[in-house]
């Protein structure tokens, strides 16, 4: 699948959101962030599918999901019970590549996706190499028994304190983390206006 490969840190600026958590991402976001990329760009008005729109591509920057694999994710929360944005977004959350960023045994999502394809960590015993895998709890993520791996991520750990999440145990010395439940609307990490990006994908 194709994945952006431009200029991440004008993709912060333009949203004014930290998409991208690499560490020039950042620099160049808090040096520049009142100032979005292009020529005049405070005299841009948005229409409401313009803001839509942007909204939409907020979740596919961060959560590095192509078109087709969004409203695919899309056609599953809407036949679900409760509220369709919510359940579009937890979805996201459930999801391997963003689950190993959180629990901080990568930097970055694309970080995460990365160790993912090239077979750093398993579920449950079997290696997996698709960074979509929707986890479920009782799910065990862990970083596959090969000592240099294994010396990367305990360094990746070390300089990059996790965040606790109530719906995950991780085990810092094992480098193993467990699925306890499945993630509520207050840990979804992404602001964005769900509620608007489902009108503009059910157009």
Same mark, same amino acid.
Request: charge should be positive; include cysteine.
């Given at each position: 699948m194709a994945r952006y490969t431009g200029p991440k840190a004008r993709v912060n600026r333009r949203f004014g959101a930290l998409l991208y958590e690499s560490a020039g991402c950042v620099r160049a976001y808090e040096k520049r962030?009142?100032?979005?990329?292009?020529?005049?760009?405070?005299?841009r008005r948005s229409s409401n599918y313009g803001? @839509?729109?942007?909204?939409?591509?907020? !979740?596919?920057?961060?959560?590095?999901?192509?078109?087709?694999?969004l409203r695919r994710y899309f056609d599953d929360a809407v036949?679900?019970?409760?509220?369709?944005?919510?359940?579009?977004?937890?979805?996201?959350?459930?999801?391997?590549?963003?689950?190993?960023?959180? !629990?901080?045994?990568?930097?970055?999502?694309p970080q995460a996706r990365q160790g993912i394809v090239h077979g750093h960590f398993k579920v449950n015993?079997?290696?997996?190499?698709?960074?979509?895998?929707?986890?479920?709890?009782?799910?065990? !993520?862990? *970083?596959?028994?090969n000592e240099a791996i294994r010396n990367l991520y305990r360094g990746i750990i070390a300089n990059?304190?996790?965040?606790?999440?109530?719906?995950?145990a991780l085990d810092t010395e094992g480098l193993k983390a467990t699925m306890?439940?499945?993630?509520?609307?207050?840990? !979804?990490?992404?602001? *964005?206006? @769900?509620?608007? *990006?489902?009108?503009f994908l059910s157009r």
């Open positions: 962030s009142e100032n979005p990329p292009g020529m005049h760009p405070r005299s803001t @839509a729109l942007a909204e939409k591509q907020k !979740i596919k920057y961060y959560y590095g999901l192509g078109e087709r694999q036949r679900k019970k409760g509220n369709t944005g919510e359940t579009l977004l937890l979805m996201c959350e459930r999801r391997l590549d963003n689950v190993v960023r959180r !629990i901080g045994l990568a930097k970055t999502r015993g079997v290696k997996v190499t698709s960074p979509s895998f929707m986890l479920r709890p009782g799910d065990v !993520i862990e *970083v596959r028994s990059n304190a996790p965040t606790p999440l109530d719906w995950v306890l439940g499945q993630p509520g609307p207050t840990d !979804i990490s992404l602001p *964005v206006n @769900a509620n608007i *990006v489902v009108e």
